[in-house]
């Protein structure tokens, strides 16, 4: 994997219904999660695949990184 996990991350967002929602602070984005209904951030550069499992396990997806 490259350098950053933030666009794989993305493809696995999308995949499951999850939208952008409008930017944040930074290069931070404010995301939604149909599964739980709630909103999380998506940092812009992720380089941490302890970091990707958690923003998955925020949205109520399973670990994949």
């Known amino acids: 994997m490259g350098s950053s996990f ?3 991350l993305k493809k696995v967002l999308r995949a499951h219904g999850c939208h952008l929602e409008r930017p944040g602070k ?3 984005e404010i995301w ?3 599964l739980t209904q ?3 951030v998506v940092d812009g550069e992720i380089k941490s695949r302890h970091t990707a499992n958690a923003v998955l396990k925020q ?3 399973g670990k994949q990184f």
């Open 59 to 61: 949205a109520g997806i």
């Open 38 to 40: 709630r909103r999380f």
């Open 32 to 34: 939604f999660s149909p």
């Open 6 to 8: 933030t666009p794989e």
């Open 26 to 28: 930074g290069d931070h």
